[in-house]
C-alpha cells in the first residue's frame, strides 16, 4: 500500500511556465489537501476538497487551481509560475470525518520557480 | 481564522522533558492536533484533543483548555530522535486544519 504519493519530487521551473504537481492516494479517503511549506511561515493551506467533485479555496489560493475527478487524484496547476511560489508543497488526505481525522501527508515536492 | 502561536525553538538534554506551549484564537473550535516533522520530512500525526484535558500516548501527553485557547504537547524521555519541528494546528469547522509555524526541538546528548 502506498499511502500517498506526489510528482516530481522536485522541479526547477522558469517564470510564466504552466506546472502541474500530482496527487495520488489509494486509500478511499473522502477529503484531500494541497499545502505550501515556506520557512518561518510553516503550512499554509492552498486548495482542498472535502469529496470528490467538490474543491474549495484555503488560506493562499492565489495563482493555484484543482480539480478532483475522482477519489484519489488531486492535482495542483500553477497557470503561470512566479518566483514567490518557491516552496515545498505538500498533498495530504483524510477520511473526512469529525472526530480524530488525521491527515496523511505525501512526500512532497520542492518547487524552485527562477 | 485562526492566529497561532508556539515557540520557535527549544533545546533539551536526552532524558529530559520538554513541553511546547501552543494558544491560538478562533471563532469556532472543532479540535486540536499536533504533528512531528522531521527535517525533509512530510508532517506525521501526534494527538488529537477536541474536550479539556490531557491525552497521554506513551513518552507523548497533550493537554488542551478551551476556555484559555491553549494547548501544550509534552515530551518525556528524549530521545535523540525526537529532534524535530512539532507543528500545533487547529480545526475550525469542517476537515481543514490551520498550522502554526512549529516549534523546532533540538535535543542533545
Known amino acids: 500500500i502506498a499511502g500517498i504519493t506526489q510528482a516530481p519530487t522536485s522541479q526547477i521551473l522558469a517564470a510564466g511556465r504552466r506546472m502541474t504537481l500530482r496527487c495520488t492516494q489509494d486509500?478511499?479517503?473522502?477529503?484531500m489537501y494541497w499545502y505550501r511549506q515556506d520557512l518561518g511561515l510553516g503550512l499554509r493551506l492552498i486548495h482542498y476538497?472535502?469529496?470528490?467533485?467538490?474543491?474549495g479555496k484555503g488560506e493562499v489560493p492565489d495563482g493555484y487551481s484543482v480539480s478532483r475527478a475522482n477519489t484519489d487524484d488531486f492535482p495542483l496547476t500553477l497557470a503561470s509560475a512566479v518566483p514567490s511560489q518557491t516552496s515545498v508543497y505538500f498533498c495530504?488526505?483524510?477520511?473526512?470525518?469529525?472526530?480524530?481525522?488525521?491527515?496523511?501527508f505525501g512526500p512532497g515536492t520542492r518547487l524552485t520557480v527562477l | 481564522g485562526q492566529n497561532i502561536d508556539q515557540p520557535t525553538e527549544m533545546t533539551a538534554t536526552e532524558g529530559a522533558i520538554v513541553q511546547i506551549n501552543c494558544t491560538y484564537q478562533?471563532?469556532?473550535?472543532?479540535?486540536l492536533f499536533w504533528y512531528q516533522q522531521h527535517a525533509g520530512e512530510a508532517p506525521t500525526f501526534l494527538s488529537y484533543?477536541?474536550?479539556?484535558g490531557l491525552e497521554e500516548k506513551g513518552r507523548f501527553s497533550s493537554f488542551l483548555s478551551r476556555s484559555k485557547g491553549y494547548s501544550y504537547l509534552l515530551l518525556k524521555e528524549l530521545q535523540m530522535k525526537d529532534s524535530a519541528s512539532y507543528l500545533c494546528a487547529v480545526r475550525e469547522g469542517d476537515y481543514k486544519l490551520s498550522f502554526g509555524a512549529g516549534t523546532t526541538v533540538t535535543v542533545r546528548a
Open positions: 478562533t471563532s469556532g473550535f472543532n479540535g
Open positions: 484533543n477536541v474536550l479539556d
Open positions: 486509500m478511499r479517503h473522502n477529503a
Open positions: 495530504a488526505s483524510s477520511e473526512g470525518r469529525q472526530g480524530s481525522d488525521e491527515q496523511f
Open positions: 476538497s472535502n469529496t470528490a467533485g467538490t474543491t
